[in-house]
């Protein structure tokens, strides 16, 4: 693998935290499609909705976490160890993760709410 790819891969990769949170805000939207309302706590229970394989998916990708976080860091080491450039991965898994803690805390609209409810 080039170097140039090898780098490209590695921003792709250590995006995991920000694709995670792209997959959980999109079923919320789907559940607001579905509900015709913003989902909010005790209003629907996520499990209950038609599309119960997304929750599952969310489930599953919630259990696996660390696997988000460590893999790209040692798919990085092992960039640096090879000879590509790893700081532009580094950069997106530090900013990835920071808007990660950053929405899953402060939790706008109440959707983690409504997802553990």
């Not at 460590?70 to 950069?91: E, H, N, T």
Request: aromatic share 22%; glycine share 8%; net charge neutral.
């Amino acid at each position: 693998m080039s170097k140039r790819a090898g780098t490209w891969l590695s921003v792709a990769i250590c995006a995991a935290p920000f694709w995670f949170l792209c997959d959980f805000y999109l079923f919320w939207l789907i559940s607001y499609v579905h509900l015709g309302a913003w989902p909010r706590q005790y209003l629907a229970d996520p499990k209950d909705l038609p599309f119960g394989y997304y929750y599952e998916h969310l489930a599953i990708c919630l259990l696996v976490w660390p696997l988000f976080v460590l893999g790209p860091i040692a798919g990085l080491i092992w960039l640096k160890l090879s000879g590509g450039k790893a700081w532009p991965g580094m950069v997106i898994l530090v900013a990835s993760s920071v808007l990660f803690c950053l929405l899953w805390f402060n939790d706008p609209g109440g959707c983690v709410e409504w997802f553990f409810d």
